[in-house]
């Protein structure tokens, strides 16, 4: 008697799976403070992120926000800070897609000091923007 045997299947093949290309930010740090801000002062963080510091002449205030190069669905560790020499401050720290931010102050005619962080990387102006 011969032995039976069973016919073999193929396994389908599974093509790994590559991450899908992140998305440019369509954000900008304009949308993000709003109507009237304009960009006075920036710094890149690395090549992934820009710190923006915005003014609004009809207000007086400052605005800053970290604007991501990309959109990051599983979000990334950014911050926004602002300072008013002698007077407040703000940042708004956590996890973000996009930007971190805005954080708005009241500093005309006043210094500040602005920065933010992406990741691991961080900067801080100093005094700076007196008028």
């Known amino acids: 008697m011969k032995p039976t045997v069973k016919p073999t299947t193929a396994k389908p093949t599974v093509k ?5 290309p992140l998305k440019p930010n369509p ?3 304009t949308q993000v403070c709003g109507a009237g801000y304009k960009v006075i002062d920036s710094h890149a963080l690395g090549g992934n992120a820009t710190i923006y510091l915005l003014y609004n002449s009809g207000s007086g205030q400052n605005c800053v926000a970290t604007m991501s190069k990309y959109v990051y669905p599983g979000k990334v560790a950014m911050n926004a800070i602002l300072q008013v020499k002698g ?3 703000g940042s ?3 996890s973000f897609t996009a930007y ?3 954080v708005r102050l009241s500093a005309k005619k006043q210094c500040v000091v602005w920065g933010g ?4 990387l ?3 102006s100093g005094w700076s923007h007196c008028g």
């Open 16 to 20: 790994p799976t590559t991450a899908a």
């Open 27 to 29: 954000y900008t740090p």
């Open 87 to 89: 007077g407040s401050s």
């Open 92 to 94: 708004n720290p956590g």
């Open 100 to 102: 971190a931010g805005p």
């Open 117 to 120: 962080t992406w990741k691991t």
């Open 122 to 124: 961080t900067w801080k």
